[in-house]
């Protein structure tokens, strides 16, 4: 993190993410940003699966030693207090479902252009893909890329649902005072930088290939994270609604070597269900 370029209320935003996190959560931040991309531009693209999404991924960045500028919904800058601190800090204003959206891209290309580092939530929104995976992504991280050939670099965090729900800032006290009691594991992985060299077509087919490719990248990026939970989340939020609309084609998942985690193993199944199973699967095979 270069501290003479970056906005003195940014670095104390990024130092006090981990005070913030701390409490609530124990972060844990794995994969590696290249030496040669730390310096910009870059575009890191993040899957959105919780309102405490923006503390965690500052916190990790912090940890990671990057200060990256960050395209955040234009209610955090009408805030009075979080209004000026994100303006303070040079975060990038993206004022969705209204005219001025547009107005982010060259916002973000400049910065890019000045050799910064932008992390950005290519869906656009939390997520509402059932199984909670990455849906479909906006073009706009694609053009983004296009316009200051840039890098993207993938990011998936995991765990965060389980400190404040989709609902939030309803019983934001009760989810609180849970997170504190609870302290679940957040996880904050960077991974590859995604290979868009083959997109071909026109500019719209171009963004639309490399969107399905950045979107790829975070769905690979976060398979390590959730080992047991391909399927079903192990915290369900059932506070978040369910929307099928922008659910993204399921890949192959390939699999993955055992991993050591400290999360507390699940409890064993129970004999007579085991049997049950096995009995199950003997009878579903049999022609």
């Not at 005219?99 to 932008?118: H, I, K, M, Y």
Request: proline share 11%; glycine share 6%; net charge positive.
């Amino acid at each position: 993190m270069d501290s003479t370029s970056t906005p003195l209320m940014w670095r104390f935003m990024l130092a006090l993410s981990r005070v913030v996190v701390f409490p609530l959560a124990r972060l844990r931040v794995s994969g590696d940003i290249p030496a040669d991309l730390r310096t910009g531009p870059l575009i890191l693209a993040a899957n959105h699966v919780s309102p405490f999404d923006p503390v965690v991924m500052t916190a990790a960045c912090h940890k990671a030693g990057i200060a990256p500028r960050i395209l955040a919904t234009g209610g955090l800058f009408d805030a009075p207090i979080a209004g000026a601190a994100m303006r303070a800090a040079g975060h990038i204003r993206v004022d969705r479902n209204t005219t001025r959206v547009a107005d982010a891209l060259p916002a973000a290309a400049q910065a890019l252009a000045d050799g910064a580092l932008v992390l950005v939530y290519p869906e656009g929104r939390i997520g509402l893909d059932p199984w909670m995976w990455p849906e479909r992504g906006k073009t706009g991280v694609a053009r983004m890329a296009a316009a200051a050939h840039a890098p993207v670099l993938p990011v998936a965090q995991w765990g965060a649902h389980a400190v404040l729900p989709y609902d939030t800032p309803k019983h934001m006290l009760r989810s609180v005072l849970r997170a504190m009691l609870r302290r679940p594991i957040v996880h904050v992985r960077f991974g590859t930088p995604v290979d868009l060299s083959a997109v071909t077509g026109t500019p719209g087919a171009q963004a639309m290939q490399a969107t399905r490719l950045i979107m790829d990248g975070i769905h690979d990026t976060l398979i390590p994270l959730r080992p047991g939970e391909l399927e079903t989340p192990r915290f369900v939020d059932r506070t978040r609604a369910h929307d099928v609309s922008r659910v993204r084609p399921r890949r192959p998942t390939p699999p993955q070597p055992p991993t050591v985690d400290d999360r507390a193993p699940e409890p064993a199944a129970h004999p007579r269900r085991a049997i049950f199973r096995r009995r199950a699967g003997t009878h579903a095979n049999q022609p």
